[in-house]
């Protein structure tokens, strides 16, 4: 089973602008229903591969995208 992770955030809009900012930093990423074992105050949450979790994390805090976790799933 693949491992990945997921970046949760609190408004829609945050996760369009967070699969924007990801996907012009050259991360694969996708908007996903929110899985349910995980709260959040939006349904969307930001997938990505597990190994880019680092790259995630720097490109959202650098374009001051507000988050509220990161999870690893899979």
Same mark, same amino acid.
């Given at each position: 089973?693949?491992?990945?992770?997921?970046? %949760?955030?609190?408004?829609? !809009?945050?996760?369009? +602008?967070?699969?924007?900012?990801?996907?012009? #930093?050259?991360?694969? &990423?996708?908007?996903?229903?929110?899985?349910?074992?995980?709260?959040?105050?939006?349904? %969307?949450?930001?997938?990505? !591969?597990?190994?880019? +979790?680092?790259?995630?994390?720097?490109?959202? #805090?650098?374009?001051? &995208?507000?988050?509220?976790?990161?999870?690893?799933?899979?």
């Amino acid at each position: 089973m693949a491992v990945y992770g997921v970046v %949760l955030v609190h408004t829609t !809009a945050a996760a369009m +602008r967070g699969e924007a900012v990801l996907t012009r #930093a050259g991360l694969t &990423v996708k908007l996903i229903p929110v899985p349910r074992n995980l709260s959040s105050d939006c349904g %969307l949450a930001i997938r990505f !591969a597990s190994d880019d +979790r680092e790259q995630v994390l720097a490109a959202l #805090a650098r374009e001051r &995208v507000d988050i509220a976790g990161v999870h690893e799933l899979g």
